[in-house]
């Protein structure tokens, strides 16, 4: 299609479209499925969700479309056990059985070996999943992908993760952005190669206030207890000093994980506003508008789903985080929709069994 687009002057370049009474004609039905089939029928669930929630999603002037099928995301999660899952396995009753014959260091070793193996497919399940929902995802005929098959980067995902938990955590915000960009700069859409450049120093200030909190709640947490100890003790002596410093350690507890979670929740809302700003497509930028507030409010209702509805509303949650994805996902720039063709890359024939393996999620 010849000309091009500016959607600058536009409401949003992205909207979603759907609505929660709709997708429950498919997420309850695919729940009742799935429990009559032991948890087979998940595959195929996962890919209804994903046409739904694709094609209620309109970027610009044209919805998306899902094109991956249940059998590719059954048949990788067969291929990764087959491939991993049983050797693993295997390895870690070698380890166990060498170390009950008296051959701890051997034993250590092959657990060592394994976990080492796990670590490593951690991080190519990330790249992978990644580029096999790229490269099922439509827009004006187009898809995207990767000619990487992720196995550097799960290399790399290993040492910039371990750099960043060896200073006591501290680079931690330098191994988040730089493993983001590192895999998005391998990937494409259409023609195009996404390009992402996002600085760990935008967002380590809000990390250092997640990081020095705990300390900061501890010593706190000592003066409330200390406070109500005191504060008891004038009322009811030595017993109302117990009770005030029950009271107060049970403050603190609350304070503590309260308190360490909301400052957390602030982070990565951070995080995310500083990856997808720093992430371009072409001329097209990209910015994610949702605030630490729009992330409170998003896991209390996710929360409150899932407990009033004793665990039904578990089904809703991949609805809840999608709609709310696009809703604050927006983008700047121009399109030029006659230098569109489509993607080159190589297309995967099997799904993310790895990411799937790994428990990782399905959005």
Not at 123 to 135: E, I, K
Not at 312 to 341: M, N, P, Q
């Amino acid at each position: 299609m010849n000309g091009s687009h500016q959607n600058e002057d536009a409401d949003s370049a992205f909207a979603f479209e759907g609505n929660w009474q709709d997708f429950a004609k498919i997420a309850l039905p695919n729940l009742l499925l799935t429990i009559v089939t032991l948890g087979v029928y998940r595959f195929w669930a996962t890919t209804r969700e994903r046409r739904y929630l694709w094609s209620r999603t309109r970027f610009v002037d044209e919805n998306l479309e899902w094109a991956g099928t249940g059998m590719e995301l059954f048949f990788g999660f067969v291929m990764v056990f087959v491939l991993f899952g049983i050797p693993y396995f295997g390895l870690s009753f070698v380890a166990q059985a060498l170390v009950a014959r008296g051959y701890e260091s051997l034993g250590i070793a092959l657990s060592a070996v394994a976990a080492l193996a796990i670590f490593y497919l951690l991080g190519v399940a990330r790249f992978r999943a990644l580029r096999y929902r790229l490269s099922r995802t439509r827009w004006r005929g187009i898809r995207g992908g990767s000619n990487s098959n992720g196995f550097l980067f799960g290399l790399s995902y290993m040492w910039k993760t371990a750099l960043g938990w060896l200073p006591l955590g501290l680079l931690l915000p330098w191994s988040m952005t730089s493993l983001w960009n590192e895999r998005w700069n391998r990937m494409s859409f259409g023609p195009f190669a996404f390009e992402a450049d996002a600085r760990s120093g935008n967002v380590f200030a809000r990390f250092l206030l997640f990081y020095l909190s705990p300390l900061v709640f501890f010593i706190g947490g000592m003066v409330m207890a200390a406070m109500g100890m005191l504060a008891g003790y004038g009322i009811g002596g030595e017993g109302g000093a117990q009770i005030g410093g029950i009271i107060g350690m049970v403050g603190l507890i609350l304070f503590f994980y309260l308190g360490l979670g909301l400052i957390a929740v602030a982070f990565y809302a951070k995080y995310y506003r500083e990856v997808v700003g720093a992430t371009r497509w072409r001329d097209l930028g990209f910015h994610f508008e949702a605030s630490s507030l729009d992330w409170v409010k998003l896991l209390l209702g996710d929360a409150l789903l899932v407990v009033l509805t004793f665990g039904i509303g578990f089904v809703f949650l991949s609805y809840r985080h999608w709609k709310f994805f696009v809703t604050h996902l927006d983008a700047h720039g121009e399109i030029l929709l006659d230098e569109l063709t489509q993607s080159q890359t190589r297309t995967a024939r099997h799904g993310e069994g790895l990411l799937d393996a790994f428990d990782m999620g399905a959005i």
